[in-house]
């Protein structure tokens, strides 16, 4: 980043002598809409004095002052949108989409569900899980890696931070050689964007909003869904489409095609690519979709036209927003459960429709059961007396939603029980944890009692990551260590993306078994 040229005295050209380090106006603008969440037509010039701009930058470093002695708050409520920031996602921000457009009931009930929680609740359901763990530190591997690339940070700034997220934390969610090869994948596919378009054309981690014009009773009202791209490659003269790029580590298969989490970053982007008046300023014909999922997949990539995707935004986007924002009084808005839509929402363990849906399912059960034990018709048995393969595919299929429920309700009625309701059928009582050590009592222990300690070594995966770390030249002696074991085939559903087993089990399965 260039420097800023300076008076005799030291001091910023332009700046006013009262200002946070002697700051430009322009200066001032640039850290309140970078830092402080400004928008830029909130600092645009005249939409602010000088003084504000001053007492604005103050507060803004003031407050995030606050938050870094408090950490990062677990809940926060804008205002102005009566929205929840939750956990870094807003409720009805883009990596959401694909649930309240698909179940509108489901943001009203979730703020509902949220608004009832205590503290400690709150931080619970806010924990972040082992694969959301993951995902963070492989984002921030590639924002990392492609900065240095871009330029905006040095190439001993990139290798300081991987090593930081090679160093094994509590929960062992570190960065190593197998997460660095995922990671490349996305590296290397913005790679060459930056070489094809420019740098200045590729934008990372770039905070997008996209006013979506509400529909029905609240026409002429407009709703900013506000979010955060992996990045965004600007169209060209010679490149005239807008390309969106959304990096997943996780396993579970995402689908590219007419996915709305990127398609409604592509709507935020349009609004940086068109002047006041909402005319583009750029000659884009259409929209490139790359969803990177290293662990299923690889790249995928879907294209639409502009036309397309202003389309989906009237005609599908604005009417299923409007619900969702105002389901108690719209006449559209229904729970629509379904295990994408289901699966992160906060409301699900008190959500009537996913337990109306599981019931039914148990009592879709109990008639395959008794239908296949009690009804002796063709196919009902086979020659073995037992149970048919269909029956018991489906059997195991609907159990396992039962299961899963099943711990939604728990936690559900473990929280209103807390808060003083009464549930019948249950109630609270007294539960003692294990016992544990107290802090500085194992150093302590362990010079006086070293027989209290038992040898424990660290995982192979750990291993390596902490000896890729310290750079040590050791990696290749540990990894003469190390047996992998052979695959092993394990029932799955049949919407698993892993690929079908068909070689032969190892033996070692079938001793494991006459062992146990």
């Known amino acids: 980043m260039a420097k800023a040229k300076t008076s005799d005295k030291g001091k910023i050209k332009g700046a006013h002598p009262t200002a946070p380090g002697g700051m430009s106006e322009a200066q001032l603008r640039k850290e309140l809409t970078t830092q402080h ?37 677990l809940l926060v409520r804008d205002p102005d949108t009566n929205d929840y920031a939750f956990n870094g996602h807003a409720g009805t921000g883009p990596s959401s989409a694909h649930r309240w457009l698909s179940c509108t009931k489901s943001l009203g009930a979730s703020r509902r569900f949220l608004d009832t929680l205590t503290p ?7 924990k972040s899980s082992t694969a959301a763990r993951q995902g963070t530190t492989a984002h921030s591997a590639g924002e990392a890696e492609l900065s240095a690339i871009l330029g905006h940070t040095t190439v001993a700034e990139r290798d300081a931070t991987l090593l930081e997220l090679a160093v094994i934390p509590e929960d062992g969610e570190s960065y190593d050689d197998e997460m660095a090869e995922h990671v490349s994948l996305y590296v290397d596919l913005i790679s060459e964007f930056i070489e094809e378009r420019g740098a200045e054309n590729v934008l990372l981690e770039q905070k997008l909003e996209a006013a979506v014009w509400l529909t029905g009773d609240h026409e002429g009202n407009y709703y900013l869904v506000r979010g955060s791209a992996d990045a965004v ?6 490149h005239k489409n807008l390309v969106i790029v959304d990096y997943k580590h996780g396993e579970a298969d995402v689908d590219v095609e007419e996915n709305d989490q990127v398609r409604t970053y592509a709507l935020g982007a349009l609004g940086d690519l068109t002047d006041d008046d909402g005319n583009l300023t750029v000659d884009l014909e259409r929209i490139t979709y790359y969803i990177v999922q290293p662990r299923n997949g690889g790249v995928k990539m879907w294209e639409e036209s502009l036309d397309a995707l202003l389309d989906w935004r009237d005609e599908t986007l604005a009417p299923a927003l409007t619900a969702a924002l105002y389901d108690d009084e719209s006449a559209t808005a ?28 148990a009592t879709e059960l109990f008639d395959v059961i008794t239908e296949t034990e009690f009804e002796e018709g063709p196919g009902a048995f ?32 473990q929280r209103r029980l807390h808060r003083g309701a009464e549930i019948p059928g249950f109630k609270m009582v007294s539960y003692t944890p294990p016992r544990k050590w ?3 009592a194992k150093e302590d222990l362990r010079e006086r009692f070293p027989e ?41 559903p049949e919407m698993d993306r892993r690929k079908k087993w068909t070689g032969e089990a190892p033996e070692s399965m079938f001793t494991e078994l006459e062992a146990d």
């Open 37 to 73: 969440n400004y928008l830029d037509a909130e600092v645009d010039e005249g939409a602010m004095s000088w003084t504000e701009l001053i007492d604005a930058v103050i507060e803004g470093r003031k407050a995030r002052e606050r938050e870094d002695k408090a950490g990062p708050p």
């Open 120 to 126: 400690n609740q709150q931080a619970e359901v806010a």
């Open 233 to 238: 490659i600007n169209p060209t003269k010679a």
């Open 334 to 361: 229904e729970f629509v459960p379904s295990d994408k839509s289901c699966q992160w929402c906060p409301a699900r363990g008190a959500c009537p429709a996913l337990s109306l849906q599981r019931m039914e399912a």
């Open 382 to 413: 086979p020659e073995t007396g037992l149970m048919e393969d269909a029956a018991l595919g489906r059997l195991l299929e609907q159990v396992n939603g039962l299961m899963s429920i099943q711990e939604d309700l728990k936690a559900e009625v």
């Open 438 to 440: 107290k802090e500085g």
């Open 452 to 492: 209290l300690f038992a040898e424990k070594i660290i995982t192979p995966k750990q291993a390596l990551a902490l000896l890729q770390a310290s750079k040590e030249e050791a990696v290749e002696d540990v990894t003469g260590y190390i047996e992998t074991p052979d695959p092993r085939p394990v029932a799955a």
